[in-house]
Every structure is written in structure tokens, then in C-alpha cells.
């Protein structure tokens, strides 16, 4: 079981670049999120998405879109990097039900923009 | 919209010490409370969660927490840490009604002293 695999783990882009970040989870879990980890900041939610086909803005959705077309599979894209973007990317997936309800998180993407 | 407060953010503690984290939440519904630990360089992992009943929640590795609803508090104890402690911790929100977005605290860096 592997759980939530998170691809790349390292990129460096430059500035305007465009690039996808790959988060698969193999649990069938619904919900699937992205978010960002910036030192002081905490975790930020940047879109989440409640099944296949669907997304919804988190918190800081500029500058990213996301798709959800296989419900195993939920997709960051950068179109045009910028600088601001410089993080680390967490991607979770969640469970339902009762008292087992509980994220699961990836090892993250750190990713430089220069 | 809810919002976490965790008011330090960085705590030096010898090994043996007994540690406290501060945790606040800012909405006024019924919340699912959560902290999660990250360890340098790798992922978020859960330490421990509150959703409802017996307000003092104990957790992995000898952590606990204490949910006070009138303070709008969820405050992280361990009565003696370790050098293998040493990491970042975050508090976590949801509301009950809703499972779909964890908001996080920004997090308190612990590094604890051989």
C-alpha cells in the first residue's frame, strides 16, 4: 500500500515555466487536497476537490489550477511560475466515517522557482 | 471564517522538561481538533484528534491534548520530551458539519536539548 504518492519530490523551474504536480492515493478515499507549506505560514489550502470531476478554491488558489479527472489521481498545475510560488506542496487524501475520519498525507514536493 | 492560533512559535526545552503548546480556534460550531507532528524534512504525521467526548485525548508516542470549550482551546502536553521530539507541530480545524477543509495553525518549532 502506498498510500498518497506525491510527484516530483524536487523541481527547480524558472521564472514563467509552466509545470504539473502528480498527487495518487490508492486508499479510494474521496476528498483530496493541496497545500502549501511556507516557514511562519503553517499549511495553506490552495484547492481540494470532494470526488472525480470536481474542484473547489482553497484559501490560496492564485496562480494554480487543479483537475480531478480519476478519482485515484488529483492534479497541481503552475502555468506560469513565479518566484512567490517557491514552497513546499503537500498533497492529503481523506476518509470518511465516524471516528476513523483522518487525513493522509504525501511526502511533499519542494519546489524552487528561480 | 475559522481561523487556528498557536502563539509559539518556536520552544527550546531541555530533554526531561515537560512541554505545553498552545492552541486556539476561532470558530464558534462544533470543530474536530487535530495535532499533527512533522519531523525534519519528512510529512505530516497525526499525533492525536478530538472529536467528541472525553475532552482529555491521549495521542501516540506519550503526547496528549485537552479540549476546553469555553477557552476555545486545544492544548498539546507530554509531561517529560525527548531529543527524538524535536520537530515541528502543528494544531488543526475542522468543523464537524463539514470534513472537507483542515485549516492549520502555523506551527511551533520545538527543539529539545540533549
Known amino acids: 500500500n502506498a498510500g498518497v504518492t506525491q510527484t516530483p519530490k524536487f523541481r527547480v523551474l524558472k521564472t514563467g515555466q509552466s509545470m504539473t504536480l502528480l498527487c495518487a492515493q490508492d486508499?479510494?478515499?474521496?476528498?483530496m487536497y493541496w497545500y502549501r507549506q511556507d516557514p511562519g505560514m503553517g499549511l495553506r489550502l490552495i484547492h481540494y476537490s470532494v470526488g472525480e470531476g470536481t474542484t473547489a478554491k482553497g484559501e490560496v488558489p492564485d496562480g494554480y489550477n487543479v483537475s480531478r479527472l480519476k478519482k485515484q489521481n488529483f492534479l497541481l498545475g503552475l502555468e506560469s511560475a513565479a518566484p512567490s510560488q517557491t514552497s513546499v506542496y503537500f498533497c492529503?487524501?481523506?476518509?470518511?466515517?465516524?471516528?476513523?475520519?483522518?487525513?493522509?498525507f504525501g511526502s511533499g514536493t519542494r519546489l524552487t522557482v528561480v | 471564517a475559522q481561523s487556528v492560533s498557536q502563539h509559539n512559535h518556536h520552544v527550546i526545552l531541555s530533554e526531561a522538561a515537560s512541554l505545553e503548546l498552545g492552541c486556539n480556534y476561532s470558530y464558534g460550531g462544533t470543530v474536530n481538533l487535530f495535532w499533527y507532528v512533522q519531523y525534519p524534512g519528512q510529512h505530516l504525521q497525526l499525533l492525536l484528534k478530538y472529536f467528541s467526548g472525553d475532552p482529555l485525548v491521549k495521542g501516540i508516542k506519550g503526547f496528549e491534548a485537552e479540549f476546553i470549550k469555553s477557552k476555545f482551546s486545544f492544548n498539546l502536553r507530554k509531561p517529560s520530551v525527548q531529543w527524538s521530539d524535536t520537530a515541528e507541530y502543528f494544531c488543526?480545524?475542522?468543523?464537524?458539519?463539514?470534513?472537507?477543509?483542515?485549516?492549520f495553525g502555523t506551527g511551533t518549532r520545538l527543539l529539545v536539548s540533549p
Open positions: 486508499m479510494n478515499h474521496e476528498y
Open positions: 488543526a480545524v475542522t468543523r464537524r458539519i463539514s470534513f472537507q477543509k483542515l485549516v
Open positions: 492529503a487524501s481523506m476518509r470518511s466515517g465516524g471516528n476513523s475520519w483522518g487525513y493522509t
